[in-house]
């Protein structure tokens, strides 16, 4: 592997336009990465233009559906082209279905498999494809969730905690097929998080917060800001045995 791999390399962020994504992309502009960020919403350039301006690193941002293959690929070409082969990914994009499985539709279905596990896997496959072609290391976070090792309630959403026990195992999967070329790949597992789209979604669920506040060991939700530590530790040299692990940080909520 080249000395390049001990210097923060491009990183490519799905689902990086606002929330969790967007958070996480300011995590690693802040270490000196160039960022990428990758999403189906108009406002994608834009998100990437403030992280530019505010971070002073390169920053594009592309719209893409992560359910597109081709798409993906090309995305990743573009990247490529404008700031170098990618060598830090991280899998934000994801989307969720409440319902009673019984009443949850094939089409339903399909879209959360589809956005969680399609678009998390043709993400990596175009990363994996630019590094080993390359011969270049990197590091490759999946954003999972703790409902992919627990079954977390009071609400039934039985497509996306599936989606996200394959989206951990399938990094397992490919940190063991990578491993020889240097490529590592973990992924995370957050629990009860305020993004921008649960704070709005608690404020108008009080009672459902408190609910899940009560669960929680640690007695409040994350703030994003509480990923950024772990996510800039994956990226970096730092955690360089570190590969095939899900790492669950969700203030104690699955320890008890």
């Known amino acids: 592997m080249t000395d390049a791999a001990t210097k923060p390399g491009p990183a490519v962020i799905t689902g990086g336009a606002r929330g969790l994504g967007y958070s996480l992309a300011t995590a690693l502009a802040r270490t000196g990465s160039a960022v990428a960020l990758l999403d189906i919403l108009p406002d994608v350039e834009e998100s990437a233009a403030r992280i530019a ?7 594009v941002g592309l719209r893409v559906d992560v359910t597109d293959r081709q798409a993906v690929a090309a995305a990743f070409d573009t990247v490529t082209t404008q700031l170098g082969v990618p060598r830090t990914l991280l899998t ?94 973990n992924s995370i597992s957050p629990g009860y998080f305020l993004s921008d789209m649960t704070r709005q979604f608690t404020e108008q669920n009080p009672e459902l917060a408190r609910d899940w506040v009560a669960r929680i060991p640690l007695g409040r939700m994350g703030e994003p800001e509480d990923l950024h530590g772990l996510v800039a530790f994956l990226a970096s040299d730092a955690s360089g045995y570190l590969t095939g692990q899900d790492l669950i940080i969700d203030g104690g909520y699955t320890a008890i």
């Open 92 to 185: 934000a994009a994801g989307i969720t279905v409440w319902n009673d499985s019984v009443d949850v539709s094939a089409e339903e279905w399909r879209k959360v498999m589809s956005v969680n596990l399609d678009g998390t896997f043709f993400a990596a496959q175009a990363f994996g494809r630019g590094l080993l072609d390359s011969g270049q290391a990197g590091s490759a976070i999946f954003v999972a969730s703790m409902s992919g090792s627990i079954v977390n309630v009071p609400q039934f959403q039985a497509s996306y905690n599936a989606s996200k026990a394959a989206v951990s195992h399938l990094a397992k999967s490919l940190a063991v097929e990578w491993a020889p070329s240097g490529i590592r790949v």
């Open 53 to 59: 301006a505010e971070f002073g690193v390169e920053a």
